[in-house]
């Protein structure tokens, strides 16, 4: 698995430009601990008023990573392949109105992405592989599809390994009373609606995550499995069969605020659970909720975690031994989650985007997606917009020996720049300006030794990315 190097960067770029390493428990103003502040954009530059969910995307043939950002009026598209100079390549409108929820969730090259807003925003999907040239971002996009079987959406789940899409918390009011909605998805751009829908459930859901289960119940692997938190109480569902879902259990918890959203833990074993409101209504710190799946007809509450602030806990995913919470106003916290079977969860950093206060309240820090093979993780902040962080010590072998084994010569240089690995093919390399400015991209390259020709640069400093694995900073004479 690759890593992308951290950057050594010698100077300050503009703010929205910039790499500030964690030290002293401080990020520029950011409190921090084992994280470093690779990139901000802000919401003024990309024209919105708030921010919400986000999503990642990689580009399956040159490896190169996006982060889709939710906005107040549409989704942002953010190439990250250089994560110390991002590129707002531009938005996707909001189809009806402006919303302080939009959700958005990744298939087959494709962003499906809907609203919580009242009229026909449906759900769109848009077609990610447009991303690699756009040649004057920002633009304003256009979706590829828009389904309209239903309006207000407030969460997609999508499952990749059965190409189904599961819109939930609609109108409760109209089937399936705001339960999961069933889309085939196989063809990206003609969603189609499959089986009964939410009836397994009857109930509202907010959030919900769907696997294909592979856990300790061995009577149900090889299902299809949805963890619907649903407001009071999680639902476990079997809808392998999407005629006849089936469910399989239920489980609540003493002082109940608002049931929202919660992620399993990679053996499926246990599930983390976040409720919204507890924090206001109870007055405790940040609660998170630790279950144990290991029967999934009989699920157990495990244990109780409380966090070093009185924030309230959002979107949480799990990555590895690592749980990785948007925090709102204490932003982003990573909880070791190694040790569940013996009730320890433990907070190993942070990277605080709201600094202004940890209070019970609704700013900052709405998600995180911690999934991009580089390390690098994108907060998606209501009032600072786009925030991208990595652990500095998130390198692997790999990234190691290729570091090891790459050279770029002369530096400084007047005319050219020569570009040769020991250890691995060059396929990609990008060279940007100290503006994230994109002065040079070539492609698909497959050799260990090339050169590209700079003459015509002016004289300054400039990065070469290469693979989207490695950052050299070179000077032009």
Same mark, same amino acid.
């Given at each position: 698995?690759?890593?992308?190097?951290?950057?050594?960067?010698?100077?300050?770029?503009?703010?929205?430009?910039?790499?500030?390493?964690?030290?002293?428990?401080?990020?520029?103003?950011?409190?921090?601990?084992?994280?470093?502040?690779?990139?901000?954009?802000?919401?003024?530059?990309?024209?919105?008023?708030?921010?919400?969910?986000?999503?990642?995307?990689?580009?399956?043939?040159?490896?190169?990573?996006?982060?889709?950002?939710?906005?107040?009026?549409?989704?942002?598209?953010?190439?990250?392949?250089?994560?110390?100079?991002?590129?707002?390549?531009?938005?996707?409108?909001?189809?009806?109105?402006?919303?302080?929820?939009?959700?958005?969730?990744?298939?087959?090259?494709?962003?499906?992405?809907?609203?919580?807003?009242?009229?026909?925003?449906?759900?769109?999907?848009?077609?990610?592989?447009?991303?690699?040239?756009?040649?004057?971002?920002?633009?304003?996009?256009?979706?590829?599809?828009?389904?309209?079987?239903?309006?207000?959406?407030?969460?997609?789940?999508?499952?990749?390994?059965?190409?189904?899409?599961?819109?939930?918390?609609?109108?409760?009011?109209?089937?399936?009373?705001?339960?999961?909605?069933?889309?085939?998805?196989?063809?990206?751009?003609?969603?189609?609606?499959?089986?009964?829908?939410?009836?397994?459930?009857?109930?509202?859901?907010?959030?919900?995550?769907?696997?294909?289960?592979?856990?300790?119940?061995?009577?149900?692997?090889?299902?299809?499995?949805?963890?619907?938190?649903?407001?009071?109480?999680?639902?476990?569902?079997?809808?392998?069969?999407?005629?006849?879902?089936?469910?399989?259990?239920?489980?609540?918890?003493?002082?109940?605020?608002?049931?929202?959203?919660?992620?399993?833990?990679?053996?499926?074993?246990?599930?983390?659970?976040?409720?919204?409101?507890?924090?206001?209504?109870?007055?405790?710190?940040?609660?998170?909720?630790?279950?144990?799946?290991?029967?999934?007809?009989?699920?157990?509450?495990?244990?109780?975690?409380?966090?070093?602030?009185?924030?309230?806990?959002?979107?949480?995913?799990?990555?590895?031994?690592?749980?990785?919470?948007?925090?709102?106003?204490?932003?982003?916290?990573?909880?070791?989650?190694?040790?569940?079977?013996?009730?320890?969860?433990?907070?190993?950093?942070?990277?605080?985007?709201?600094?202004? /206060? $940890?209070?019970?309240? =609704?700013?900052?820090?709405? &998600?995180? +997606? %911690?999934?991009?093979?580089?390390?690098? !993780?994108? *907060? @998606?902040?209501?009032?600072?917009?786009?925030?991208?962080?990595?652990?500095?010590?998130?390198?692997? /072998? $790999?990234?190691?020996? =290729?570091?090891?084994?790459? &050279?770029? +010569? %002369?530096?400084?240089?007047?005319?050219? !720049?020569? *570009? @040769?690995?020991?250890?691995?093919?060059?396929?990609?390399?990008?060279?940007?300006?100290?503006?994230?400015?994109?002065?040079?991209?070539?492609?698909?390259?497959?050799?260990?030794?090339?050169?590209?020709?700079?003459?015509?640069?002016?004289?300054?400093?400039?990065?070469?990315?290469?693979?989207?694995?490695?950052?050299?900073?070179?000077?032009?004479?």
């Amino acid at each position: 698995m690759k890593k992308l190097l951290l950057p050594i960067l010698l100077f300050t770029f503009m703010l929205t430009n910039s790499q500030t390493p964690c030290e002293n428990g401080m990020a520029g103003d950011f409190p921090c601990n084992g994280y470093d502040l690779q990139s901000r954009i802000t919401l003024g530059e990309m024209n919105a008023n708030a921010g919400n969910d986000s999503w990642g995307w990689t580009d399956p043939d040159n490896g190169n990573e996006y982060a889709l950002m939710g906005l107040d009026n549409g989704l942002a598209f953010i190439d990250i392949s250089n994560p110390v100079a991002p590129i707002y390549l531009g938005k996707l409108p909001t189809h009806t109105g402006s919303s302080a929820w939009r959700d958005v969730k990744v298939y087959s090259n494709h962003a499906f992405v809907v609203s919580d807003i009242n009229g026909n925003h449906g759900m769109q999907v848009f077609d990610l592989t447009r991303l690699r040239d756009v040649a004057n971002p920002p633009q304003t996009f256009t979706p590829d599809t828009h389904y309209d079987a239903f309006g207000s959406i407030h969460n997609i789940v999508i499952n990749e390994d059965t190409a189904f899409a599961y819109p939930v918390g609609g109108d409760r009011n109209v089937f399936p009373f705001g339960g999961p909605i069933f889309l085939d998805i196989s063809t990206p751009t003609d969603p189609q609606p499959a089986g009964t829908g939410g009836y397994a459930m009857d109930a509202y859901s907010h959030d919900a995550q769907v696997v294909n289960y592979n856990g300790p119940d061995a009577d149900y692997n090889g299902r299809e499995i949805l963890i619907g938190s649903n407001e009071d109480e999680i639902v476990i569902v079997d809808i392998t069969d999407k005629n006849n879902p089936e469910r399989i259990s239920e489980i609540s918890y003493s002082n109940v605020g608002y049931t929202h959203q919660g992620w399993f833990t990679e053996d499926q074993r246990f599930f983390i659970l976040g409720d919204e409101t507890d924090e206001l209504d109870f007055g405790f710190n940040t609660r998170t909720i630790v279950f144990d799946f290991q029967d999934l007809d009989n699920p157990q509450l495990s244990f109780e975690y409380t966090g070093p602030t009185a924030a309230i806990d959002h979107n949480g995913y799990v990555k590895g031994d690592t749980y990785y919470m948007a925090n709102y106003t204490a932003g982003l916290r990573a909880l070791d989650v190694s040790d569940l079977a013996n009730g320890n969860m433990t907070e190993i950093g942070f990277f605080d985007s709201f600094p202004e /206060s $940890n209070s019970a309240n =609704f700013n900052g820090a709405w &998600s995180v +997606y %911690p999934y991009f093979e580089s390390g690098n !993780i994108v *907060i @998606s902040d209501i009032n600072r917009g786009f925030i991208l962080v990595k652990d500095p010590a998130f390198l692997g /072998s $790999n990234d190691i020996a =290729f570091e090891n084994g790459l &050279s770029l +010569y %002369p530096n400084p240089t007047n005319n050219s !720049i020569n *570009i @040769s690995s020991a250890t691995e093919a060059i396929n990609t390399i990008n060279i940007v300006d100290i503006t994230g400015k994109i002065l040079y991209t070539n492609t698909n390259i497959n050799t260990a030794e090339t050169s590209v020709d700079v003459s015509a640069f002016s004289t300054g400093i400039y990065f070469v990315n290469i693979n989207g694995i490695v950052s050299k900073k070179i000077i032009k004479k």
